[in-house]
């Protein structure tokens, strides 16, 4: 017994002196996490996701106990950060938080699609949504969404409308929009919503389709009217939905979804998901998104697959009637 000891005993001294130590006997890697985390928001600062990432962000950080940062890598209407995302160590340490224009519209635009959201993403959540909605300036005479459609029949080509990011949640609701209420006015897409906002307030367009929470503050101070949503909105009653005037297909809302890399080892995604789960019921996170047109609806990672799957025949029909193409 006591040469068994021995031998092992002058094993294990090898290990440690040569720097490797055997697995099972003393190296267990250390317990997740051990350093920030990063979610990549593939949108610019102020967003819904941005808004969504840095609020749900602060929970988690107190759920796992290190901090977790947000990074936007914005472009592309999301590809770029997606992209970006795909290309980081498969770790647990970087996340990415989209939505469908990011890994889905995105994806089937672009030339030489790159990845499959349905199975190069690893879904953790869903995390919440928010209406789409269509917004006219102050300097229109529009009151109702009605008034707006009688003119724009009335005077085809005269209204100039916006979106910010060719193919995302925004143009698909444009282009159904113009599709279904059979209208006829200017597309000016704008690479960034900073654009877009200061063609508003300036005059320079008419109307344009975005998020309530991008849209809100505006709305607030009289510089813009919303006209129509993607559905009701508590804040806004007097506010339809598409079905309410007759656009059923105006439905698809801008939701958010929390993704690691489908190559992380399961212990470290398992606690991601326990994490995320708790995180999103913490009732700091509903008091921070009250009234910014966020709103939380936590799903298991099978329901968000799910809806990947459904949205991604749904984009892909809306962007191939309406001819929208990369340029």
Known sequence: MRIKETVLCAVLAVFLLSGV????VFAQEAAFPTKPITIIVPFPPGGFLDLGARTIGES?????????????????????????????????????????????????????????????????????????????GKHTPF????????????????LKGAISGLGGEAHIMFETIESDAKLDSKLVPYPAIQGVITGILGGHLDWWCGTLPGVMQFQ???????????????????????????????????????????KTPKEVTDKLIAAVAKAVKDPEVA?????????????????????????WGLYDKVLKDAKIKAN
């Open 21 to 24: 130590c055997p697995a099972g």
């Open 60 to 136: 988690l950080s107190r759920e796992l106990k290190t901090p977790v940062v947000v990074e936007n890598k914005a472009g592309g209407a999301g590809l770029v950060g997606s992209l970006a995302f795909l290309n980081t160590k498969p770790d647990g340490y970087t996340l990415l938080a989209a939505s469908g224009a990011a890994v889905i519209s995105s994806v089937q635009l672009a030339k030489n699609p790159t990845f499959d959201p349905r199975k190069d993403l690893l879904p953790l959540a869903y995390l919440g949504d928010t209406p789409g909605v269509m917004a006219v």
């Open 143 to 158: 009151k109702t969404f009605n008034e707006f459609v009688q003119y724009a029949k009335a005077n085809p080509g005269k």
């Open 220 to 262: 607030k101070s009289g510089d813009m009217r919303i006209l129509l949503a993607t559905r009701k909105i508590a804040e806004l009653p007097g506010v339809p939905s598409g079905a309410d005037v007759g656009l059923p297909d105006v439905s698809v809302n801008v939701w958010m979804g929390l993704f690691a890399n489908p």
């Open 287 to 311: 008091k921070k998104l009250s009234g910014t047109g966020f709103t939380l609806a936590y799903k298991p990672p099978a329901e968000l697959a799910k809806l990947i799957t459904a949205h």
